[in-house]
């Protein structure tokens, strides 16, 4: 599959490969000691000056194969030994996770307006355009510089989403272990006096090594797949209300700890209130102030919202319904993740508080027929893939929302989620997030990646991801 279509700089069209990492991470991008440093002012490659891409024709590389062939300390391009393994400029990479966890998504210091590696956007990614042939102070400054075959792989990488490596040099060569992520605790509130409980656990990136901890403490915890876990909640935990911290930890290499979700226990005789629906479920980023109305049971007078962290005034409806007005701020910037938060809060002194729910928010406008039809046509619905009736889901003009929308998937270990769940972005809520996001470190509940041999660019996921959170319009 190729990737996106973007613009790029004009030496980028005559050398569509040429970017590269190690030697100019280590020849003083960022003025290293110890190596030699380039002073002159710099005029990087205007990457908005042509229509051609610098994906085009670029076949997807991990950074594992990149790292081994071109960036390794025994290779001539190396850029460790002596460098970037002491620490010199503030940078410390040893291997090609560490060299990952440096470049990705990191803003340039040299140039502030880009990022060192922005994934699937070579044009973009500062590493690309210091290494462009006629770039000033080109690097490695000097050379020896890499030939176009390896100018490719590092494209190959960069263009494929510069996807995190799975196993860590400087740690045996062990998997890298993702960090987990924590979406929905089931049940997420119990009344004291219930005993011992056994907690659903749902999120993401989950390992047989990671471990559910209540109030910081690790608890009898069971592995079912990289996205549940079950956890034992002792008896001596519930017998009195109050509110308790859980979270997922996974051990090095890699791994760290998820964000962390509320298990309240309520006083015998308190009820909660329950979330059932948001209307809209979703919006657009920038769209504006709206009016949110929120379902479920139990609401009492002088309820509020809780609307991803911010407390929002509402109005009682009755004790099924309120509503409130969202101001345009909450709404200005896409939340991680393009989700969103919503919960009830009673008023004091109870302040009982519902289990969160999700509200898409999506970073721009992304329909299924101008953004995301063209997507599934070019990588999914081809020959022997997902382009007739009789395979498992057909993703072809016509067919795809009625294959998708509020459709529960049938595939193994992905329990009643829904193909598509309008609003619902995160990868526990819909399957096919959950499949385009999936790495080798991180598989979907049902495995792999789709599509299958060539992922999709980073901005590719993004309008599926921003269809999906803005409720999946036809």
């Not at 000056?49 to 062939?69: D, I």
């Not at 329990?415 to 959950?434: E, K, N, Y």
């Amino acid at each position: 599959m190729q990737g996106e279509s973007v613009r790029s700089a004009p030496s980028a069209i005559a050398n569509p490969h040429a970017s590269l990492f190690a030697r100019m991470l280590c020849l003083c991008l960022w003025g290293l000691t110890g190596c030699v440093e380039q002073r002159d002012a710099e005029v990087l490659p205007d990457p908005g000056t042509s229509s051609g891409s610098a994906c085009e024709g670029v076949a997807p590389r991990t950074l594992e194969e990149v790292h081994a062939a071109h960036f390794a300390a025994e290779r001539p391009t190396g850029c460790t030994v002596g460098c970037h393994d002491t620490g010199a400029g503030g940078l410390t990479f040893r291997d090609a996770h560490e060299l990952w966890q440096a470049t990705v998504q990191r803003p340039s210091p040299g140039a502030p307006s880009l990022l060192l590696v922005e994934p699937g956007h070579p044009e973009r990614s500062r590493l690309y355009l210091k290494l462009l042939p006629d770039a000033q102070g080109r690097m490695p400054q000097g050379g020896p510089f890499l030939d176009a075959a390896a100018l490719q792989d590092v494209a190959g990488w960069i263009c494929a989403g510069a996807p995190e490596p799975t196993t860590s040099a400087t740690d045996g060569g062990l998997p890298i272990h993702p960090v987990p992520t924590l979406d929905t605790l089931t049940p997420s509130s119990v009344q004291e006096g219930v005993g011992e409980v056994v907690l659903s656990v749902a999120g993401g990136g989950f390992v047989d090594e990671s471990q559910v901890e209540i109030d910081g403490i690790a608890v009898a915890t069971t592995h079912d797949g990289p996205q549940r876990l079950e956890a034992r909640v002792a008896a001596s935990l519930t017998a009195r209300a109050g509110t308790h911290l859980v979270r997922v930890v996974t051990p090095a290499p890699g791994g760290g700890a998820s964000a962390g979700l509320d298990f309240t226990v309520t006083a015998t005789g308190v009820v909660l209130p329950t979330v059932s629906s948001l209307s809209p479920c979703g919006t657009v980023a920038g769209s504006g102030a709206f009016t949110l109305t929120v379902q479920g049971t139990n609401f009492k007078e002088g309820a509020s919202l809780s609307f991803n962290g911010t407390t929002v005034a509402a109005t009682f409806i009755n004790s099924g319904e309120l509503r409130a007005s969202i101001p345009a701020a909450l709404v200005a910037s896409a939340p991680t993740g393009n989700a969103a938060t919503v919960t009830v809060v009673h008023p004091a002194p109870g302040r009982e508080t519902s289990a969160p729910v999700t509200f898409g928010v999506a970073s721009k406008v992304s329909t299924l027929a101008s953004d995301v039809q063209p997507i599934f046509t070019a990588t999914c619905a081809t020959s022997g893939c997902h382009a007739t009736a009789s395979t498992p889901v057909n993703l072809t003009p016509g067919s795809a929302y009625a294959e998708l929308v509020g459709v529960p998937t049938s595939s193994k270990g992905c329990g009643q989620r829904l193909r598509v769940q309008a609003c619902g972005p995160l990868r526990g809520q819909s399957f096919l997030i959950d499949k385009i996001l999936a790495t080798n470190s991180s598989p979907a509940c049902s495995g792999g990646a789709m599509p299958k041999g060539s992922p999709l660019s980073a901005a590719q996921k993004q309008a599926i991801i921003d269809w999906v959170a803005q409720g999946a319009p036809r």
